[in-house]
């Protein structure tokens, strides 16, 4: 028992040691994942990004191919390509494939922008350190306390 009564300040100071240790690892770990996290984010928001350009590029070419179409129309009713109505037609359908191209755009952007934000949050450091510093400074006052006099 005597020996057991003195080996108790190096038991409670290898505890400590342990548990500051065992937070460091999970530090790491907890770092690690973060990491890995913002990278992941990072290429969500590429791919958000890239398929919004294909997603306009499409809306463009829809309304290339509808304003073939009406001219196609207009010619076959007879009316003129340069006739008002025509004209304004065309001018319309021109004007909501661009809109529907700078929406398609604006929607994958803003997906994106919240994607690298999120990635820009993970990379951010964690409370680790303070939190094995905690565990580093508590066991050093109980030691002091119970072994200290």
Do not use: C
Request: overall charge positive; cysteine-free; glycine content about 8%.
């Amino acid at each position: 028992m005597a020996f057991l009564s003195a080996a108790l300040p190096y038991i409670a100071a290898a505890g400590t040691v342990i548990g500051v240790g065992a937070e460091i690892q999970r530090g790491k770990a907890q770092r690690e994942q973060q990491l890995l996290l913002a990278r992941q984010r990072e290429e969500d928001a590429n791919e958000a990004a890239a398929e919004s350009q294909r997603q306009a590029l499409f809306e463009r070419k829809k309304a290339k191919n509808l304003m073939s179409r009406a001219r196609a129309v207009a010619a076959a009713s007879g009316a003129g390509a340069s006739d008002p109505t025509v004209t304004n037609i065309l001018t319309d359908i021109e004007t909501e494939g661009e809109m529907n191209y700078l929406n398609a755009l604006y929607s994958g952007n803003s997906v994106a922008r919240g994607l690298r934000s999120g990635a820009n949050l993970a990379r951010r450091p964690t409370h680790s350190n303070l939190n094995t510093a905690s565990i580093a400074l508590g066991g050093a006052t109980s030691w002091y306390e119970k072994y200290g006099s």
